[in-house]
């Protein structure tokens, strides 16, 4: 799929801090440095530094009056051989989570536009982050998505792309995770897909951002008013009534039209891109309950009926479609029933892209991957996030098959000054076809790998391996290359008469370098 599908429309906020209450989940100041000391409050929320959630990058500030807190720094990524660049945050495995990036670029590496690169979570390619024009107006920009966690770690990642310039790094200022109940968006299957942001608003607003504390998942709602008549609201609804559990500030005001005369729209302001979305629409009576006086009306998104015969009242209505087909610019018209005295009435609206999310490696092959990082002293930078994931942001090194699980199928680390040992666990990776670790500096003995049955080359050499060869290496029947030598490992590997065309070296050869695949 076309990367122009997944892109996310920008939400602006503005430079000056708005307030907030702390709320449950992640608040991440990126940059800001170790803690404790440089943990930073925006309103009544309180940001802690990213360090521990992020093992690589730069860190800078921006110096500028009036900025949020959490503007002043940022985390960028300079090291341009990485695949990737992640945050690993502690979840919940099968939690539902928003997660929202941050970004004001403020000039911080010296350039008069900001990087272009992509972000990714639990693997799948989320949007191209482009601020250029938010920068150039002087706004900060945010994107949001909803996504299920995978695993116990959810991971965030920015990454290069064909459109961030030589010169320039991506970057990243605030991370933000909310764990959300799991009635929200409950019509869209999380095992399949996430939801990116697009519009989220309140109708017939012109002041601020409605956040934390009114929205308990620190959602925010963007005012939104055009050239229809406002009217405010005296009744109160009860957020828990509601599935998505919306704040009780965006019931205020309303936006309406004359009596017997249709509602028009145009919401979000920009233009889309042809894809499937879903949209929750939000209404709510402002007139004194009477059981002779109803409000009821239809709904129609861009000329095809939405929802039909709404009877509003004070308590509050939602109707929402989990995948309606939307493409440029986006019009909802709300026309009154027959006989109907009032003209219909809107309180808010989301729109989120409906994002196919990508494949998913095999749990097993992530976690022996992670203990086999553990166990190296220095490995790649950008051993981070999902192992195979995307395709193009793979580790380092590691290559995989394609299909709905992937599977690690060759590890490729030849002669990049590799210290540390071999974990055990690399005997789970089942799918290895080729070992390629040859020309570093390993310590340790060589683990068994019985299980490897696939395995078909086992570069190990110029190394400071010890102990004895495990004879396991014998039984693995589509082994045809074993390079061990200049090591100080001890034993051979059992001969068979099936061994003949087997390339074994085992004997230390002072002239002996280590090759690395053309191919694997």
Request: some cysteine; overall charge positive; hydrophobic content about 35%.
């Given at each position: ?105 403020g000039g911080f590496d010296g350039g008069k536009e900001p990087p272009v690169f992509d972000q990714i979570v639990e693997g799948t390619k989320w949007s191209v982050v482009n601020t250029t024009e938010d920068h150039a107006n002087g706004m900060s920009s945010y994107y949001e998505i909803v996504v299920k966690a995978r695993g116990k770690a959810l991971s965030v990642c920015l990454a290069r792309n064909n459109m961030t310039a030589s010169g320039s790094s991506p970057f990243i200022s605030a991370l933000e995770l909310e764990y959300m109940d799991d009635s929200v968006y409950n019509a869209t299957d999380f095992n399949k897909y996430a939801l ?325």
């Amino acid at each position: 799929m076309s990367l122009c599908l997944f892109l996310l429309w920008l939400v602006t906020i503005p430079l000056l801090a708005y307030s907030q209450s702390n709320p449950r989940g992640y608040l991440l100041n990126c940059g800001a440095g170790p803690s404790p000391g440089n943990d930073v409050t925006v309103g009544s929320l309180k940001y802690i530094t990213d360090e521990g959630f992020i093992s690589v990058g730069n860190t800078s500030t921006i110096k500028q009056d009036g900025l949020v807190p959490i503007l002043t720094t940022l985390r960028y990524f300079p090291n341009k051989s990485a695949r990737k660049y992640c945050y690993a945050i502690p979840v919940i495995k099968g939690g539902k989570y928003l997660v929202r990036t941050t970004y004001y670029y403020g000039g911080f590496d010296g350039g008069k536009e900001p990087p272009v690169f992509d972000q990714i979570v639990e693997g799948t390619k989320w949007s191209v982050v482009n601020t250029t024009e938010d920068h150039a107006n002087g706004m900060s920009s945010y994107y949001e998505i909803v996504v299920k966690a995978r695993g116990k770690a959810l991971s965030v990642c920015l990454a290069r792309n064909n459109m961030t310039a030589s010169g320039s790094s991506p970057f990243i200022s605030a991370l933000e995770l909310e764990y959300m109940d799991d009635s929200v968006y409950n019509a869209t299957d999380f095992n399949k897909y996430a939801l990116t942001t697009v519009a989220r608003s309140s109708f017939g607003d012109d002041g601020d951002i409605i956040g934390f504390p009114d929205d308990k998942f620190n959602r925010l709602w963007q005012p939104y008013k055009d050239q229809n008549p406002v009217v405010p609201c005296k009744y109160n609804v009860t957020p828990s009534d509601f599935w998505n559990i919306p704040p009780a500030k965006i019931f205020q005001n309303s936006v309406t039209s004359s009596r017997e005369k249709p509602l028009q729209i145009k919401w979000p302001a920009g233009s889309l891109p042809s894809a499937s979305y879903y949209i929750a629409l939000y209404f709510q009576d402002n007139r004194n309950p009477s059981p002779y006086s109803w409000r009821v009306f239809n709904v129609s998104v861009n000329d095809k009926n939405f929802y039909a015969n709404i009877n509003v009242s004070t308590r509050g209505l939602t109707v929402y479609a989990p995948q309606w087909p939307l493409s440029g610019q986006t019009q909802i018209v709300l026309t009154p029933g027959q006989g109907i005295p009032v003209g219909p009435v809107i309180s808010a609206g989301e729109i989120m892209q409906i994002l196919p999310l990508g494949g998913v490696t095999v749990n097993r092959d992530v976690a022996a991957m992670i203990e086999l990082r553990r166990h190296f002293d220095n490995p790649p930078s950008d051993w981070s996030g999902d192992p195979c994931l995307p395709g193009e942001n793979s580790w380092t090194g590691v290559t995989c098959s394609h299909g709905k699980n992937y599977r690690i199928t060759a590890l490729n680390l030849t002669g990049i000054g590799l210290s540390g040992s071999l974990a055990p666990n690399i005997a789970n990776l089942t799918a290895l076809r080729h070992i390629w670790l040859g020309g570093n500096k390993l310590s340790g003995n060589i683990p068994e790998m019985g299980s490897l049955k696939d395995l078909q080359s086992l570069h190990l050499e110029n190394n400071q391996l010890e102990g004895l060869i495990p004879q396991s290496l014998q039984k693995l029947p589509k082994l045809r290359e074993i390079f061990l030598q200049n090591n100080k490992v001890k034993g051979d590997v059992p001969h068979t008469p099936q061994d003949k065309k087997k390339n074994i070296q085992l004997k230390n050869d002072p002239d002996s370098g280590s090759q690395s695949p053309a191919r694997m």
